[in-house]
């Protein structure tokens, strides 16, 4: 999917919340994105969300890895965050599962 945006060019989503429900509204067009380097063959967690929130707890539109059974929160920053084979991200209150190939 294409998210459009006032200014500046098109960003292309390679995952989407299509279906219109509770769980679904909380995860933003551009909540965040991941980027593999090839020089440290890394995965990093990048949070794109530019608005501040009111309420920092983990269901609250916030982004999230959650690994081994603890949680840890993504800040908006250039360094973003490493992930690992099995982490869970939690984008508001939607959670998927980052596996590689």
């Known amino acids: 999917?294409?998210?459009?945006?006032?200014?500046?060019?098109?960003?292309?989503?390679?995952?989407s919340c299509t279906d219109d429900t509770e769980i679904n509204s909380t995860v933003s067009r551009e909540h965040a994105h991941i980027l593999y380097?090839?020089?440290?063959?890394?995965?990093?967690?990048?949070?794109?969300?530019?608005?501040?929130?009111?309420?920092?707890?983990?269901?609250?539109?916030?982004l999230w890895i959650i690994r081994d059974g603890l949680s840890q929160e993504v800040h908006r920053n250039a360094r973003g965050a490493k992930l690992m084979p099995g982490d869970e991200i939690q984008l508001g209150r939607a959670i998927v599962k980052f596996q590689l190939r």
Do not use: I
């Open 1 to 15: 999917a294409e998210v459009h945006r006032s200014q500046g060019p098109p960003r292309r989503n390679d995952l």
């Open 37 to 62: 380097s090839k020089k440290t063959g890394e995965y990093r967690l990048y949070n794109d969300r530019w608005y501040r929130q009111v309420k920092q707890e983990p269901g609250n539109c916030g």
